[in-house]
């Protein structure tokens, strides 16, 4: 059974740090993208971050460029977001993400093949 399980979130005061993990599970997901999308509380899910197998094409959202970094272990299935200087408004349930298809058109995610069951990040000011 293939698997996304994300593990990190928590309650963090604003401008703390959090790291999200995602270890993927059987299947290799190489030549998949791999990254995150986030749903806040009475809003639509958004994409976050994406990278590349090789790490070599990276996108973010406008709402998280500079603040936060994606990474990722391929030869261990598992993708990093590393979140600084954490916002109220970064309060939401993070989903981890595969899919063959470059991050930059994941958009809401509609259609995206390999999904994480999320992880509860809260942001108190």
């Known amino acids: 059974q293939v698997q996304l399980a994300e593990s990190g979130g928590g309650l963090v005061q604003a401008g703390g740090s959090l790291r999200l993990s995602c270890a993927g599970s059987?299947?290799?997901?190489?030549?998949?993208?791999m990254g995150w999308l986030r749903q806040a509380p009475g809003k639509e899910r958004e994409f976050v971050a994406s990278?590349?197998?090789?790490?070599?094409?990276?996108h973010y959202s406008d709402s998280v460029k500079g603040r936060f970094t994606i990474s990722r272990d391929s030869a261990k299935n598992t993708v990093y977001l590393q979140m600084n200087s954490l916002k109220s408004e970064d309060t939401g349930v993070y989903y981890c993400?595969?899919?063959?298809?470059?991050?930059?058109?994941?958009?809401?995610?509609?259609?995206?093949?390999?999904w994480g069951k999320g992880t509860l990040v809260t942001v108190s000011s």
């Open positions: 059987g299947r290799t997901f190489n030549g998949y993208i």
């Open positions: 990278i590349t197998e090789n790490g070599v094409t990276i």
């Open positions: 993400a595969a899919d063959p298809q470059d991050g930059s058109k994941w958009s809401r995610g509609e259609g995206i093949y390999y």
